[in-house]
T-cell receptor, first 114, second 111 residues
Framework: DAGVIQSPRHEVTEMGQEVTLRCKPI?????LFWYRQTMMRGLELLIY????????DSGMPEDRFSAKMPNASFSTLKIQPSEPRDSAVYFC????????????FGQGTRLTVV | SQQGEEDPQALSIQEGENATMNCSYK?????LQWYRQNSGRGLVHLIL?????REKHSGRLRVTLDTSKKSSSLLITASRAADTASYFC???????????FGGGTRLMVKP
């Protein structure tokens, strides 16, 4: 398996534009997580899915953020409209189970909103 | 909010020396995990220690867990330049909450 695949690796967009980040989890993993990493706040869990169903989105900062998982092999994180304070590295991770198991991370998408 | 807090925030050592990083957390946990992040890359899982375990080894890594003090330590023995990275502890609490990461320790190993 190629691991968790995220795209794009880098995204630069203007404030107000819509941004869509994509993630392909490891095949067979039932759990998918979206994290955001910034210098100020570290790694924050935004939302996670179990079998394509969103379980906890309490970490999603605002209504401007939305995430979907239409099937077991694909998830998106959308920001609309984007703001400069959304600039961060966004990570997707997947795992076999929700408890007592390691998470496998993608390489991340570095988002810059200007 | 961050559950785990690593100490020190930054550590610089010479190749061959041992590196020790500490993690403190606040709530009861199911397990504690350590991850490594190389610059510009994703996190890579190193080791998981369950709440009923006190010590675990993996190669040059040694992790201890003291649930009474709510703390853990990661020891890297005989460090190498390739160990240069940020190291994060993450806790899975027993209230059903997912992994919560600390702020990380930036380790630099000088050749």
């Amino acid at each position: 398996d190629a691991g968790v695949i995220q795209s794009p690796r880098h995204e630069v967009t203007e404030m107000g534009q819509e941004v869509t980040l994509r993630c392909k989890p490891i095949s067979g993993h039932d759990y998918l997580f979206w994290y955001r990493q910034t210098m100020m706040r570290g790694l924050e869990l935004l939302i996670y899915f179990n079998n394509n169903v969103p379980i906890d989105d309490s970490g999603m900062p605002e209504d401007r953020f939305s995430a979907k998982m239409p099937n077991a092999s694909f998830s998106t994180l959308k920001i609309q409209p984007s703001e400069p304070r959304d600039s961060a590295v966004y990570f997707c991770a997947s795992s076999l189970a929700v408890s007592n198991t390691e998470a496998f991370f993608g390489q991340g998408t570095r988002l810059t909103v200007v | 909010s961050q559950q785990g807090e690593e100490d020190p925030q930054a550590l610089s050592i010479q190749e061959g020396e041992n590196a020790t990083m500490n993690c403190s957390y606040k709530t009861s946990i199911n397990n504690l995990q350590w991850y490594r992040q190389n610059s510009g890359r994703g996190l890579v899982h190193l080791i998981l220690i369950r709440s009923n375990e006190r010590e675990k080894h993996s190669g040059r890594l040694r992790v201890t867990l003291d649930t009474s003090k709510k703390s853990s330590s990661l020891l890297i023995t005989a460090s190498r330049a390739a160990d240069t990275a940020s190291y994060f502890c993450a806790t899975e609490d027993n209230a059903g909450n997912m992994l919560t990461f600390g702020g990380g320790t930036r380790l630099m190993v000088k050749p």
